[in-house]
């Protein structure tokens, strides 16, 4: 099956079908885009996402080193072996020096491990599991926008604090949900919390209506959906139907990954009240309000974390090309780890040897409807969780790397 490619030259953004050629150091920067354009997680990342990348690529200047910087992207169709197969002719045959997106915790796994190999860099924006940057961290991945720990140290705990104690977990079936359950009981449990059980819930699934049944008769006060993408808008909009979740209703649904789009389908009459974290929301500032403005001009919608956050990925991946002065994976990381990220969406981030950007995140309120101003007006920030506070620590995550200082 062909993969479509989008190649941004400085002239401008064409669609092009790529020639194979093999990487030199001379040639021009690449970077290729693992996206999901056609399923579950393609309203989080997909089309807006490659906007925001070729957005990073202009506002850079369409060019570094002397050479026009080249984007690519690929549907991997959730699947880890379509998304390898397609990185590794991407590695081996065209030329691709930085890879970003990576929809799901098992591509993201996967590529991580073949960027090792093949020594490029993976800069993961939108998977989430914290395994990235533990036992599986590389000296070549970066994990961008947030992970699991962070969703469940804000959301898990801010719930568990608020007399949330009785938790039941409704629960993504691969790695991601594993990771974010596994997270957020560590954090239940630390509160003085109990989970009385789980149920695991494959991709798409269509009817959540046994799941949320054994939801519902756990008793628990707290239904944690460990789920993202459709899955967890498809079980908000279903649990309604069995009178879960509604406002002071015996059981509460808490959403440990959520974003924007997701909460836009969902609406404020059933989303009302939800907690959630992000890194990013497009009404914090002046500064998100621009470029969320500049995006939705081109997109039609408001960007999600992930979107904004693949900007960020771009933008200070290019800027440490830039300073390197070469392309080579090695000195790349070298000067992302060295330099601070300060852009609309980051203050004063830092990239760990481990590969964990370490930034505040941000625990929101969705609006009633009647406090809603707009489409889009959809959030209250209800507190700021410091980076230091939001992620793991250095030491607890079991990278090689934190003791070795980061040789590969």
Request: aromatic content about 8%; charged content about 20%; hydrophobic content about 45%.
């Amino acid at each position: 099956m062909a993969i479509p490619k989008l190649t941004l030259a400085l002239a401008g953004a064409i669609l092009a079908a790529g020639g194979a050629h093999a990487q030199n150091a001379a040639g021009p920067v690449k970077i290729g885009i693992m996206a999901d354009m056609s399923s579950a997680y393609s309203d989080i990342g997909g089309k807006g996402l490659v906007e925001a990348a070729r957005m990073a690529v202009q506002d850079f200047g369409g060019s570094v080193l002397g050479k026009p910087i080249e984007l690519v992207f690929a549907d991997g169709q959730n699947k880890v072996d379509v998304a390898s197969a397609a990185a590794r002719r991407w590695f081996d045959q065209d030329g691709v020096d930085m890879v970003t997106d990576l929809p799901t915790s098992a591509i993201a796994l996967a590529l991580s491990e073949l960027g090792r190999e093949k020594k490029r860099v993976i800069m993961v924006t939108s998977a989430s599991t914290s395994e990235l940057t533990g036992k599986a961290c590389s000296p070549y991945t970066v994990h961008w926008t947030y992970d699991t720990y962070a969703l469940a140290n804000g959301t898990g705990a801010a719930v568990t604090e608020q007399g949330g104690k009785n938790w039941f977990f409704m629960t993504a079936d691969y790695s991601f949900g594993y990771a974010l359950q596994g997270d957020a009981s560590a954090v239940i449990e630390r509160n003085g919390g109990k989970v009385l059980g789980a149920v695991r819930s494959p991709l798409n699934t269509p009817d959540f209506s046994s799941y949320l049944l054994q939801a519902q008769s756990s008793k628990a006060a707290i239904i944690g959906l460990a789920l993202g993408g459709n899955d967890v808008i498809s079980a908000i909009k279903q649990a309604a139907d069995f009178g879960i979740g509604r406002p002071g209703g015996p059981q509460r649904l808490v959403a440990l990954l959520a974003f924007l789009s997701d909460v836009k389908s969902i609406g404020l009459q059933l989303g009302q009240g939800l907690l959630l974290t992000e890194a990013f929301y497009w009404d914090q500032n002046d500064a998100t309000r621009a470029w969320s403005q500049r995006f939705q001009d081109k997109v039609g919608r408001k960007p999600t974390m992930t979107q904004a956050g693949t900007y960020g990925a771009v933008t200070h991946y290019l800027n440490a090309v830039k300073a390197a002065g070469t392309k080579d994976a090695d000195a790349v990381m070298a000067k992302m780890r060295a330099m601070p990220i300060n852009d609309f969406m980051t203050r004063d981030g830092k990239l760990r040897v481990d590969g964990r950007v370490v930034r505040d995140m941000y625990l929101f309120e969705v609006k009633k409807p009647a406090d809603s101003k707009g489409e889009w007006d959809l959030y209250r920030q209800v507190a700021v969780i410091p980076g230091n506070v939001a992620f793991r620590p250095l030491d607890q995550g079991g990278c090689p790397l934190a003791k070795t200082g980061g040789a590969g």
